[in-house]
Structures are given as structure tokens and as C-alpha cells.
């Protein structure tokens, strides 16, 4: 084999997915992972069509959100809110069971519904909304008993 048939060789596509046989996917993606405590027990709610889901809220915090300040000093820790939820019946009775204060790692799916220019000013439709779809769940710790806390 000549120098220029090796070359020929190894210029196979880039594309090829020597691991699956299946179509690539062309829909998109938003996800978002979370590792934080959940800000109080998880509640369960109905839709308008009697439909039972459960919401949680996890929160983490950012050691570092911003530069220091002129004087140097970087401003204290801030701590962000999320609220999950959750329409799968399984995940539901087990979310149930989970306390305020338990570490998690949760994986969602992120999506944002603009506002409505019709709807009444202050109304959740005339503003902008960030839905987090619950994907999966771990607990990475319980929380301390208060009666064990010193």
C-alpha cells in the first residue's frame, strides 16, 4: 500500500458513529443539574384536570457570585432557589418521602414560556416562567436530626 492509499484510509467521516446504529438526534436539549438542599418537604398539588404532581424546591448557593469590591472584601455567599415538579406517578410516592434539609442531586429539563401581552398585569401569565421538569433524583445525604445538631 502506498503512502497516499494509507492517507485515503484514514480520512474517514468524522460523522460516523462507529458505536450506535441508530439516527443521530436532531431535537435540542436544555437541561440542568442541580446539587443543593431541598428548601422544605415536597408537596403534592392537582392540575385543573385532576391530574396529581409534586413540586420541591432545591437551593444552592454560589461561593463565589461576584468579584471582590474595591475594598477587596467579596460579597457573602447567595443562595438560589428552584422549584421542580414532577407529573410521574412512581417518582411522585417516592419525592413524598424526602425531608427539608436533604442533599440532592437532580437532573430537569429547562423550559421557558415567555409572557403573555393579553394577560392581566401581575397575573404568572404576564410574566416570564422557568419550568423545571423533573428527570431523576439522588440523595447524596438525609438531613441531621435536630436532636443530634449541637
Known sequence: ?????????????????????????LVGVARLTLVGRLGRDPEVRMTKADKE??????GT????????????VRPPPS????????????????????????????EANYEIKEPNREAEAGSPESQRQ??????????????VAPETRE
Open 1 to 25: 500500500m502506498s503512502f497516499l492509499g494509507a492517507f485515503r484510509i484514514s480520512r474517514l467521516p468524522l460523522a460516523a458513529r462507529t458505536f450506535s446504529t441508530s439516527r443521530p438526534s
Open 53 to 58: 404532581y409534586v413540586t420541591y424546591i432545591v
Open 61 to 72: 448557593t454560589n461561593s463565589f457570585s461576584s468579584p471582590p469590591g474595591p475594598d477587596g
Open 79 to 106: 443562595t438560589s432557589w428552584h422549584r421542580v415538579v414532577s407529573f410521574s406517578p412512581s417518582v411522585n410516592s417516592y419525592l413524598r418521602t424526602l425531608e427539608k434539609g436533604t442533599l440532592v442531586y437532580v
Open 130 to 143: 422557568v419550568f423545571l421538569r423533573h428527570d431523576s433524583i439522588r440523595v447524596l445525604r438525609k438531613p
